[in-house]
C-alpha cells in the first residue's frame, strides 16, 4: 500500500459537532468561554473539579477538545518535574542485578468506538502488530462495553452523560490481530455502566470466551476483596484497577463493590486507603509485581494535574511497582519515581487514545509502552523487576486498501518522514509536535 493513500480519519475534529444543549445552557457556555479566551484563562491547566451538570465545566471541557491545553497548572512545578523525563528508552536495571528469566510487556491506553473499526479487523494493527502483540504480556483499556442492541450516537449535554458502546465488529477488531489477541484488559473506567449491568456481563462473558482478563470489575462482593493476580508463564502479577468515575450512572441494585472507584478530580482530597490496602495484599499474596492501573487525569490536557504526581508517588511508595495511567484521550509525559527503598517506578500518567471518537491531532496520538520484566538476584536476594522501558507514539489514520478504506494505527515517526507534501503532510507534522511535548524529540529518529 503506498503511504499516498494515508489520510486523517473521517471523524469530527473535536467536541462541537455533538453538543446538545438546551439553548439557555449553550449561551452560557458560550458567554463563559468568550470571556475566558478573552482574558487567556485557558491557556494552561485549570482546576476543575469533574461535573457534568455545570456549565462551566463543559465549557472548559468542550474548547479543550478543540484547543488541547499545552501548559501545565502555572507554579505548581509539573513541567519543570517532567521535563528531564522526556524521551523514549529508560534502563531502570540496578547495578549488581543479574537477570535469570525475562518476560516482555505491553500497554496501550484507550479503546474506544472508533468510526470505521468494523471494517478494519486485522488491519487496524497491521503496522505495528509486533509492537502491541509479540510480547508475553499485552494490555489496554477497553474503554467501550459491548452493548446488547444498537450503539447509541453519542451526544454530550448537561441533562445525561455520553455513552461509548461496542458492536462485536467492533469490539473483535480492537481486541485481535490474525490471532493474537490483548491478555489483560481494563474496565474500570467511566464508561463501564454505559449499558447497565447488562452491558457489563456482556462483556465479561465475551472477555471470557476469548480467555482475556480483566481488572477493575468485580463479579461478586467476595472478589471485590480479593487481590486480583494473573499468572503469565510462572510470573504473578497483581492488579489494583480504579476508575475515577462512572460519569454518575447507577450502581446496579446492591452492587456498589461491582467497580472500583476512587473519585479522583470530582471531590478535593478523595480518600486512596483503598488503592493503598489492595497494593498491600497484592504484596502479602507473594506477587511478583504489583501494576496499579488508573483511569484518571484531566481530558484534553497534555500535562497531569500536579495531585496525580502526589498520589502517584504515594502508590510507589505504598509498594507499586508501575502505575499505568489513561482517561486524558491525550499522550502525557512519564515519571520515573525513585522510593525510599530506592525502587525505580515508572509512572505513565496517560497513554492516550489508541482508538479516538475525534480526528483532532493530539487526539490521534497515542503512546505504546513496552517492558522488559525481569526475576534474578542483587546481592543474593531475589528480586523482580522492570528492567527497560520504551515508548513509541503511534497515530491512526485512515487508508486506501484494495477492499476499500480502513483504519490502521503507524508509528508517528513514519508518517512524518514518508507522508508526502500537502494537507496529510501538514497533520502528521501537527501530530508530531503533541509527540514532542510528551517525548521531547528523541522519538523523531525512531524510523
Known amino acids: 500500500m503506498s503511504v499516498r493513500a494515508y489520510q486523517p480519519i473521517d471523524l469530527p475534529r473535536d467536541a462541537r459537532a455533538f453538543m446538545q444543549f438546551r439553548p439557555e445552557v449553550a449561551a452560557t457556555i458560550d458567554r463563559l468561554t468568550a470571556e475566558a479566551e478573552r482574558e487567556h484563562r485557558w491557556e494552561c491547566s485549570q482546576d476543575h473539579l469533574y461535573n457534568h451538570k455545570d456549565p462551566a465545566f463543559w465549557a472548559y471541557w468542550i474548547h479543550k477538545t478543540a484547543h488541547p491545553i499545552q501548559r501545565a497548572m502555572r507554579d505548581r512545578g509539573v513541567e519543570e518535574n517532567l521535563q528531564t523525563f522526556k524521551r523514549t528508552k529508560f534502563d531502570l536495571c540496578p547495578a549488581g542485578f543479574k537477570s535469570e528469566r525475562d518476560w516482555t510487556f505491553s500497554a496501550v491506553g484507550d479503546l474506544m468506538c472508533t468510526r470505521g473499526l468494523e471494517r478494519s479487523k486485522n488491519q487496524l494493527y497491521a503496522g505495528i502488530k509486533d509492537l502491541v502483540f509479540g510480547v508475553d504480556i499485552a494490555y489496554a483499556n477497553l474503554e467501550s462495553t459491548l452493548t446488547p442492541g444498537r450503539p ?154 500536579p495531585d496525580q ?74 528480586r523482580t523487576l522492570i528492567c527497560e522501558l520504551a515508548l513509541t507514539p503511534i497515530a491512526i489514520v485512515s487508508a486506501q486498501l484494495a477492499g476499500g478504506e480502513v483504519l490502521q494505527l503507524r508509528r508517528a515517526s513514519e508518517l512524518v518522514v514518508d507522508t508526502p507534501p500537502g494537507s496529510m503532510r501538514d497533520y502528521a507534522q501537527h501530530i508530531a509536535l503533541y509527540a514532542d511535548l510528551a517525548l521531547g524529540r528523541d522519538w523523531r529518529r525512531d524510523h
Not at 215 to 229: F, Q
Open 152 to 305: 447509541a450516537p453519542l451526544a454530550f449535554s448537561t441533562d445525561e452523560s455520553p455513552t461509548i458502546n461496542l458492536t462485536l465488529e467492533q469490539y473483535e477488531t480492537l481486541i485481535s490481530h490474525d490471532g493474537r489477541r490483548f491478555d489483560v484488559v481494563q474496565l474500570a473506567n467511566n464508561h463501564i455502566l454505559d449499558c447497565g449491568e447488562e452491558g457489563v456481563k456482556e462483556t465479561l462473558c465475551r472477555l471470557v470466551d476469548d480467555g482475556i482478563a480483566q481488572v477493575g470489575v468485580n463479579e461478586t462482593k467476595e472478589a471485590s476483596a480479593r487481590p486480583r493476580i494473573t499468572e503469565h508463564q510462572g510470573l504473578r502479577i497483581g492488579w489494583v484497577a480504579h476508575t475515577f468515575s462512572v460519569n454518575s450512572q447507577p450502581f446496579p441494585t446492591e452492587k456498589p463493590w461491582i467497580v472500583n472507584l476512587t473519585p479522583f478530580h470530582v471531590v478535593r482530597e478523595p480518600s486512596t486507603a483503598l488503592i493503598e490496602s489492595q497494593i498491600r495484599a497484592c504484596r502479602n499474596a507473594a506477587c511478583d509485581l504489583v501494576f496499579v492501573a488508573l483511569h484518571w487525569g484531566l481530558e484534553f490536557e497534555c500535562y497531569p494535574h
Open 309 to 382: 504526581l502526589i498520589w502517584a508517588h504515594r502508590f510507589a511508595d505504598v509498594g507499586a511497582d508501575l502505575v499505568l495511567g489513561h482517561h486524558p484521550h491525550v499522550a502525557q509525559p512519564v515519571e520515573i519515581y525513585r522510593t525510599a527503598d530506592g525502587r525505580q517506578v515508572p509512572i505513565l500518567y496517560s497513554l492516550g487514545n489508541l482508538t479516538p471518537v475525534f480526528s483532532h491531532p493530539a487526539t490521534v496520538l497515542s503512546l505504546v509502552a513496552r517492558m522488559r520484566l525481569a526475576s534474578g538476584l542483587q546481592n543474593s536476594s531475589r
